[in-house]
């Protein structure tokens, strides 16, 4: 695969990173008149929307094969949203994106066990840096274990699973049309989960109107098409290590526009996380054998 397809995955993942950290400071006012379901549920279904508008040409004809996998990285998917929701309305912010990034250090092992692939040491070490450089701009005070942190823990095992799951798609499906059937399977188990489990939200106020149409639009449906896109070309190890990005860009964000601080202990930890992702050499992005994928 040349430079410029690497360059273009790569990009695809580092615009991922940068929307799903801007909506950590847009969203975080969103759960004071929202309980989590169904703020899952209403960004769900903004997005389905958002996607429906977008590709709604690009299902005809899709296989029968293309929808059960959309079906089955939405129900995937869904289960690791619902956690991470459940999670963080328990913990605090910071705590939830460290735990819930557990996958960076998760996915080599994990492609080790399920697929037998090599096991890198520069991957490992990669990881292990990323994680303690998360630890150092996410964490504050205290590291005890709440009941929120174990659903974050899920969530980011669940994510890991989701993240290997992406690289099984084959290469020629369209990533749009997997998305929409992926998102449309999201919004619908929200649904039925927020009815199921929450009270009907009597009022919403603008600002969590604004927070879930943002998530729902950039978050969901951009950001997580962005996310195929970039793994059709990098595969699960480094793309998890670029979008472990997302922890900085959240900093970078929250200090602009919700006047949150910046510590010399966080920026430490930003500087590890890019250091993670240049660890790995080269021959971590190569693909043989492979037809140039339809993105």
């Known amino acids: 695969m ?87 309305n328990r913990t605090t912010a910071g705590k939830s994106s460290f735990i819930t990034n557990i996958y960076v250090i998760l996915i080599p092992f994990t492609e080790f066990f399920w697929k037998s692939k090599k096991l890198s040491l520069k991957d490992i070490i990669a990881a292990v840096i990323c994680m303690s450089g998360i630890g150092f701009i996410t964490l504050d005070k205290g590291i005890g274990i709440s009941s929120g942190d174990i659903l974050c823990l899920i969530c980011g095992i669940i994510y890991t699973v989701y993240i290997i799951k992406i690289d099984d798609i084959p290469k020629q499906v369209p990533s749009a049309g997997i998305h929409t059937i992926q998102i449309l399977t999201c919004g619908i188990l929200a649904i039925i989960f927020a009815f199921l489990l929450e009270p009907f939200p009597k009022s919403v106020s603008g600002k969590a109107m604004f927070g879930t149409f943002y998530c729902g639009v950039f978050e969901l449906g951009i950001g997580f098409l962005f996310q195929l896109k970039g793994q059709k070309i990098i595969s699960p190890a480094i793309s998890s290590l ?18 949150e601080s910046v510590s010399f202990r966080m920026i430490i930890g930003c500087i590890m996380v890019l250091i993670s992702i240049l660890i790995p050499n080269q021959s971590n992005f190569k693909q043989t054998g492979k037809k140039s994928p339809n993105i």
């Not at 690497?6 to 950590?24: D, E």
């Not at 959240?250 to 526009?257: K, N």
């Open 2 to 88: 040349d430079k410029n397809m690497k360059a273009k995955g790569i990009g695809y993942l580092l615009i991922c990173s940068l929307i799903w950290g801007s909506s950590f400071a847009v969203v975080k006012d969103s759960l004071k008149s929202l309980t989590p379901i169904w703020n899952l549920a209403i960004r769900f279904i903004f997005a389905s929307i958002f996607m429906i508008l977008y590709c709604h040409k690009g299902l005809k004809g899709f296989s029968k094969r293309s929808i059960k996998n959309g079906i089955i990285l939405g129900s995937i998917l869904f289960c690791a949203m619902f956690f991470q929701s459940e999670g963080i």
């Open 242 to 259: 670029i979008m472990s990005l997302e922890s900085i860009t959240a900093c970078i964000f929250s200090y602009f526009i919700l006047g």
